[in-house]
């Protein structure tokens, strides 16, 4: 049984939704080759067997409803939304964790993009530290920025402090040419990135200038008592047990601080210990420290990414399983 459905979209503009010269609506049209999909300025006609017309209309309407929220809608979350091998309700967010945590550059709105972004957003308001855990692309250290950059503009701290442990990744730093800033500064480039998304490139090098903002590795840290920042420690899973001491020691009574880790990409060397876990076990039950653990399911890179990922936990746990079993 056919049927004819038709959509309006009066709230929001065409290109937004359908894409220049109906790019993403081309990939709905692709994704049901056995429909007939037109639009003509805000419509949309749906054509076909009335089931698969009504999945369709469902796919389009989720489209509909993420660009509402987020106020943007690339070509990848098109096919993630049409082509992924898992569920995108998870980057829907509901509640105040959905409100815009700071705006951007040329005055993006930056909003939590999964649920479990949103936990860490509204963990942060509520607490004085966070552990944030999960594997790559899920968000971790970009969302961190953005409440730190959204802390200072509000002036509940005068400065943002982020930082890593120097540990390469399977690299040796000594053998990059420069001075100790210059070896180190492409390592902390992925912070650098997040505060250049947030910040006006002037406003940026003022701060930076000023020491408003201060990127530096982990040791720097030692002996130093961090108060009214945001405070930043970025790929804790490469700090020892001491070193993880050592920073959380260093808080002062008016300091925030979001601790981000991926507890699968451990760099340290075989005979170290990540310090991490131990942590997080330690601290687990107290008051103003929360934890938040985000999975695959967050991944806002490409869609590879969450199937690599993915890959990857069901051969570790393959691992574990034939360890234990000889043991």
């Known amino acids: 049984m056919n049927s004819d459905i038709e959509l309006h979209f009066e709230d929001l503009h065409p290109v937004d ?12 049209s692709r994704a049901y080759p056995e429909l007939s999909i037109s639009s003509r300025g805000s419509k949309v006609k749906i054509s076909g067997k009335k089931k698969t017309a009504q999945l369709a209309k469902a796919k389009l309407e989720l489209l509909a409803r993420i660009l509402r929220e987020h106020e943007e809608l690339s070509l990848q979350t098109v096919e993630d939304v049409l082509f992924g091998n898992n569920p995108y309700d998870n980057r829907l967010t509901n509640g105040n964790g959905n409100q815009v945590i700071v705006h951007g550059r040329n005055g993006k ?19 004085d530290i966070v552990f944030a855990i999960g594997p790559a692309g899920t968000g ?26 120097a540990v390469e990744a399977g ?71 001491l070193q993880l001491k050592m920073f959380l020691t260093r808080l002062g009574p008016s300091a925030k601080c979001v601790i981000t880790g991926d ?3 451990v760099d340290l060397p075989y005979q170290q210990k990540s310090g991490l876990f131990r942590s997080m076990r330690l601290l687990k039950n107290i008051e103003g420290i929360a934890q938040v653990e985000l999975d695959a399911t967050d991944v806002v890179r490409h869609r590879l990414v969450r199937q690599i990922i993915y890959a990857y936990d069901r051969d570790d746990q393959s691992r574990r399983r034939k360890r234990e079993e000889e043991e």
């Open 17 to 28: 939704l359908f894409g220049e010269k109906n790019s993403k609506l081309k990939l709905l």
């Open 109 to 127: 709105p930056i909003r939590a993009k999964t649920e479990n972004q949103r936990k860490l957003v509204l963990a942060s308001e509520s607490n």
């Open 140 to 165: 971790k250290t970009y969302t961190a920025v953005a409440l730190a950059v959204r802390a200072l503009k509000n002036r509940v701290v005068k400065k943002i402090i982020m930082t890593r442990p």
């Open 171 to 241: 690299e040796n730093l000594g053998f990059l040419p420069g001075d100790l800033k210059e070896k180190i500064d492409p390592y902390l480039r992925p912070l650098y990135d997040a505060l250049d998304d947030l910040l006006p490139a002037e406003k940026l090098n003022q701060f930076m200038e000023n020491r408003t903002i201060e990127i530096a590795p982990l040791a720097f840290m030692r002996g130093r008592t961090l108060d009214n920042a945001f405070i930043i420690l970025d790929e804790a899973q490469n700090a020892t047990s």
């Open 263 to 265: 507890l699968s990409q």
